[in-house]
């Protein structure tokens, strides 16, 4: 969906390359809520809290890796986007639990 909203919008942008961070984040969250509800049958509120860990620690290692190469530090630019971002990740914790339990709902599956 980064990808898409770029060539509609030109948002997020490619250069610095925050489309490919919210992939890298978006892929984090997604697999890490999906191994954790669907494979370990963990409660939604566990699996969020576990997802929002794994979805800062690849935010982490993508900008440590990538910040240098356009001339920023690389660990104090990440530690920086992620306190610019906790109205975001507020955002998810208060979201992604209902949102599944609505889908769950819908598609008769018990969580």
């Not at 800062?56 to 890796?65: D, E, K, N, P, T």
């Amino acid at each position: 969906v980064p990808f898409l909203s770029f060539l509609l919008t030109a948002m997020p942008p490619l250069v610095p390359p925050v489309v490919f961070l919210m992939i890298v984040e978006g892929m984090a969250l997604g697999s890490t809520l999906w191994f954790t509800v669907q494979i370990r049958k963990w409660p939604v509120w566990l699996s969020t809290l576990i997802g929002l860990a794994v979805f800062i620690s690849a935010r982490i290692l993508f900008i440590s890796v990538i910040a240098p190469v356009f001339g920023f530090p690389g660990m104090l630019t990440a530690f920086a986007l992620i306190f610019h971002s906790l109205p975001g990740l507020i955002i998810i914790l208060m979201t992604v639990p209902f949102s599944v339990r609505l889908i769950y709902k819908h598609v008769n599956i018990t969580v």
